[in-house]
T-cell receptor, first 114, second 119 residues
Framework: AQKITQTQPGMFVQEKEAVTLDCTYDTSDQSYGLFWYKQPSSGEMIFLIYQGSYDEQNATEGRYSLNFQKARKSANLVISASQLGDSAMYFC???????????FGAGTTVTVRA | DTAVSQTPKYLVTQMGNDKSIKCEQN?????MYWYKQDSKKFLKIMFS???????INETVPNRFSPKSPDKAHLNLHINSLELGDSAVYFCASSQVRLAGLPSSYNEQFFGPGTRLTVL
């Protein structure tokens, strides 16, 4: 079964507007970590933000914030004030407590329009 | 200061050949990984080593063989290459303690990727 689901294959957003990328996850662990990565067209994987399952506050890193709703098992990424350089593919991933690996979602492509 | 490096960045080869991809990390991490990203951009774990010990071996053809000579290096050797092996292969490393709670320290640092094209 898929552990991470990203239902939006592609999104368009106007420059300077905010965009929300959906991510739902499936785990029976009480302790887990959620990660978002950005992959621009150049191909590298860039870590953006982390949310731990026990963190009471939603994570924020600059223009990135994570809307964490534990009961709904969702960890949506919000990018505020979009810039042209935000055009990329975005991946949600999860690490469960007794696992070494990250399980990735299928990704969402974001295109920022001028 | 490159954290995770891979060589080569591009690899074009004929079906049936054998090829290797090398990976090195200078972050002092205990755990290294190989991921395959297919043409639809889906990232799938292939292997993971922790302190030179194989800990993850997903359903991967046995033509793929990882080797970790030390905890800073994880190489991937592929025998008898097939068309379906064409993909981008990412090496990654992280610091993971199974007994500990997941944390931002578990962030995986990725190499730049190796684009393998099998003709």
């Amino acid at each position: 079964a898929q552990k991470i689901t990203q239902t939006q294959p592609g999104m368009f957003v106007q420059e300077k507007e905010a965009v929300t990328l959906d991510c739902t996850y499936d785990t029976s662990d009480q302790s887990y970590g959620l990660f978002w990565y950005k992959q621009p067209s150049s191909g590298e994987m860039i870590f953006l933000i982390y949310q731990g399952s026990y963190d009471e506050q939603n994570a924020t890193e600059g223009r990135y914030s994570l809307n964490f709703q534990k009961a709904r098992k969702s960890a949506n990424l919000v990018i505020s004030a979009s810039q042209l350089g935000d055009s990329a593919m975005y991946f949600c991933a999860m690490r469960e407590v007794n696992d070494y690996k990250l399980s990735f979602g299928a990704g969402t492509t974001v295109t920022v329009r001028a | 200061d490159t954290a995770v490096s891979q060589t080569p960045k591009y690899l074009v080869t004929q079906m049936g050949n054998d090829k290797s991809i090398k990976c090195e990390q200078n972050l002092g991490h205990d755990t290294m990984y190989w991921y395959k990203q297919d043409s639809k951009k889906f990232l799938k774990i292939m292997f993971s080593y922790n302190n030179k010990e194989l800990i993850i071996n997903e359903t991967v053809p046995n033509r793929f063989s990882p080797k970790s000579p030390d905890k800073a290096h994880l190489n991937l050797h592929i025998n008898s290459l097939e068309l379906g092996d064409s993909a981008v292969y990412f090496c990654a490393s992280s610091q993971v303690r199974l007994a500990g709670l997941p944390s931002s320290y578990n962030e995986q640092f990725f190499g730049p990727g190796t684009r393998l094209t099998v003709l």
